[in-house]
C-alpha cells in the first residue's frame, strides 16, 4: 500500500522511518512547507504536487492542513490517519463529515496501550461511582507542550461522562469554595521536564485508592500506533474511527 506522511517534525520523520520499516507499506513521499533533511522518496510542499497513487495519508502536521488533507482524501478515496493536534470543534465536524465518504482515525493519542485504558475506565467508572468512589485524572507531559488538559485526558473523561450522565468536569479549583461534589470529575494537567505523556485515573473511596495508569516511555508509541491505526481502516469503505471504536 502507498502511503503518504504529512509533516516532517520530529513525528513526521519517525513515521517516516516506521513506514519504510514495515513490509506493508511503501512511502511514496512525505508533505512539508518545509525540510531540513533530504529523503530518498519524494518532497512535496503541498498536496496539489502529489502525483503518485496514495491509499493512505498519515498526518503530524498542523491543524491549518486539515482541510487540504480532508479534500485530497475524498478526492482520492484514500484512508486518512489525522494525529495532528488542537483541532477547533468546527474542525472536528469536518472530519467526521469527510469519514461517510473515506475511512478516518482521528485521535490526539495514537497508543494501542491508551485505547485499552480508555475501555478500561469505560468498563468500571460507573461501578466505581455507585459505590461512593471520587473519580479524579491526573495527566502529565513535558514542559513543551502548550495545551492543557491533554487530549486523551478529555477521551477518558468522555468514556465516564458517557456512562455517567450526571458527571461534570473541574478543571480548576483554586476559584472553588465548598467541598467536592460528588458528580465531580477533577481533570489535573502536569507539565514538567521531558515527561513524553502520562495519564491516571484515581478511583478514590473510603479508605482505598484504585489507580489505573498509563505510561509512555517514549514517542515510540505514538508511532507505531498511527501504523497500526492505518492497517487497521485501510480496506474500509468508510467511517469516523477513534481510540474508542478502532480496536
Known sequence: MNILVYGFGL???????????NDQMNLVGVVSPVFDAKIDEKMYNSLSEVTEDV???????????????????????????????GFSEQQLLH????????????SYNTSFGVSMLNKI????????????????????????????PSGTAKLLY????ENIDE???VYDRSQVHHKREKNEVGISSVRAGTIFGEHTVLFAGHDEI?????????????????ISACLAIIDKENG????????
Open 55 to 85: 491509499d493512505a495519508i498519515i498526518d503530524f502536521s498542523h491543524p491549518n492542513n486539515l482541510e487540504d488533507i480532508l479534500k485530497f482524501g475524498v478526492s482520492h478515496h484514500c484512508a486518512l490517519v489525522i494525529a495532528t493536534t
Open 95 to 106: 472530519i467526521e463529515e469527510a469519514s461517510s465518504q473515506i475511512p478516518i482515525f482521528q
Open 210 to 226: 484504585i489507580e489505573v495508569k498509563h505510561t509512555a516511555l517514549s514517542k515510540e508509541v505514538f508511532v507505531q500506533g498511527a
Open 121 to 148: 475506565v469505560k468498563e468500571v467508572s460507573k461501578t466505581f461511582y455507585d459505590q461512593g468512589y471520587d473519580i479524579e485524572i491526573i495527566e502529565k507531559h513535558h514542559n513543551q507542550k502548550v495545551d492543557a
Open 167 to 169: 458527571t461534570k468536569e
Open 11 to 21: 513525528m513526521g520523520k519517525k513515521v517516516a522511518q516506521a513506514v519504510r520499516d
Open 240 to 247: 469516523y474511527f477513534t481510540l474508542k471504536n478502532l480496536y
Open 158 to 161: 468522555d468514556s465516564i461522562h
